[in-house]
């Protein structure tokens, strides 16, 4: 990809003749060597339109869909990669640290980070079925914050709705000592935000202590779309009731509690970063399922991270990938995103005009057949393989 759009052939071929000059394969160079700064930064992250999507079609080679304990077979050391190339590339920077310096402004070895990781259903038989943010990616992210200079104890996993099942939090504790693993209802703040309906969406205070917040999701279907990046937060209400606020009337899906939590200054101030853990996705938020077309998810699995500052633009475009999905799929339509045009309008570049503006075009190099592309004004989509990953192929 150069910025938004796919390389031509010539373009490659270029790219590549760079790489060999230096004894490279093209996937090894640094984003900025590889394509040349074309995603403007912007200071309010809620405006940053660039949306980065890494491939890496042997992240989870070693995974088959009904496996015990899936994120057990996820190649850690690919997974942070994947990660690196995508900070990288979404901050125009060369180094993992200089990425983090810029994606978190003045971080350091006294900064607090709160991951916001998204929960399913830990608290049923979620082992082998339902997909929840793997322990893989929090150690990916751990070993990584860490190079930014933040300490394994400024670290915290939080999902305030579900538990923090012993098994996840023993494999992210052995690998990453010190870091705090937070499920179920965690203490109040006095910072709050006024919803229709049952009573207020509190702010817990480890957040409200924390310097940076980031949006660690998944890909997965609702019966109103995608829950990404947006409503991943509403797990982060401090009592973990979710229900109070989402189920009455009007419901979460076509009400404003969504615009209201993420445009919140408390948390617009702390959000930083959003990162879609596509590595395998769902058609429901409960099931962990292989995806149908393998011009798109070779081996049923996305095999990919999604990278944005912005979460609006973030949900847009996962919502394209899974519609791209299950809109083929007979009985999965899930064409519903009113709580996402609702978001529409609250930032400057949250425009109405990008959701379901994606469009299916070939793959580059590296990429699966099928990949999305974007109005560059709408958009900035930079899709890309991870760093020596092997080449993607299609079943069949």
């Not at 939080?158 to 023993?170: I, V, W």
């Not at 076509?254 to 596509?278: D, F, M, S, V, Y």
């Not at 500052?309 to 009113?338: H, M, T, Y």
Request: with cysteine; net charge positive; hydrophobic share 40%.
């Amino acid at each position: 990809m150069i910025g938004n759009r796919l390389l031509t052939r010539r373009e490659f071929v270029k790219t590549s003749a760079k790489a060999a000059a230096v004894g490279l394969a093209a996937g090894a160079l640094r984003p900025l060597e590889l394509f040349g700064a074309g995603n403007s930064w912007e200071d309010d992250g809620y405006n940053h339109k660039a949306v980065v999507r890494i491939y890496d079609p042997a992240v989870a080679s070693a995974y088959d869909f009904g496996d015990p304990f899936y994120w057990r077979k996820f190649d850690i050391t690919r997974l942070q990669n994947m990660l690196e190339t995508g900070l990288m590339e979404l901050s125009n920077t060369a180094t993992v640290r200089a990425a983090w310096a810029k994606i978190l402004p003045g971080v350091s070895g006294a900064s607090r980070v709160v991951v916001k990781v998204n929960f399913n259903n830990t608290r049923r038989d979620w082992k082998t079925t339902a997909l929840n943010s793997s322990p893989a990616l929090m150690v990916a992210l751990t070993r990584s914050l860490n190079q930014a200079g933040v300490q394994n104890g400024g670290i915290t996993f939080l999902d305030c709705s579900r538990p923090f099942p012993s098994e996840m939090k023993g494999d992210v504790l052995a690998q990453c000592p010190g870091v705090q693993c937070a499920g179920g209802p965690q203490a109040g703040s006095a910072a709050s935000q006024a919803m229709p309906y049952g009573g207020d969406y509190v702010i817990p205070q480890l957040v409200m202590d924390a310097d940076f917040l980031i949006s660690a999701h998944l890909m997965k279907k609702h019966e109103a779309g995608p829950t990404g990046a947006i409503k991943n937060l509403f797990g982060m209400k401090a009592d973990g009731i979710v229900s109070e606020i989402a189920h009455g009337n009007p419901p979460w899906n076509i009400g404003p509690q969504c615009r209201n939590i993420i445009t919140n200054p408390e948390i617009k101030q702390r959000l930083k970063l959003c990162i879609n853990e596509a590595i395998l996705a769902g058609k429901t938020p409960n099931t962990l399922d292989p995806y149908q077309f393998a011009d798109m998810f070779p081996r049923g699995k996305p095999s990919s991270l999604f990278l944005s500052r912005n979460p609006f633009l973030q949900d847009a475009v996962e919502w394209d990938f899974v519609r791209a999905e299950c809109s083929r799929f007979p009985g999965q339509p899930g064409d519903k995103i009113i709580w996402l045009r609702n978001c529409a309008g609250a930032e400057p570049t949250w425009l109405a005009a990008a959701l379901e503006s994606g469009t299916m075009v070939n793959g580059a190099p590296g990429l699966p057949p099928k990949d999305m592309s974007y109005d560059s004004a709408l958009v900035r989509f930079i899709s890309r393989p991870a760093a020596g990953a092997p080449a993607a192929r299609a079943e069949g």
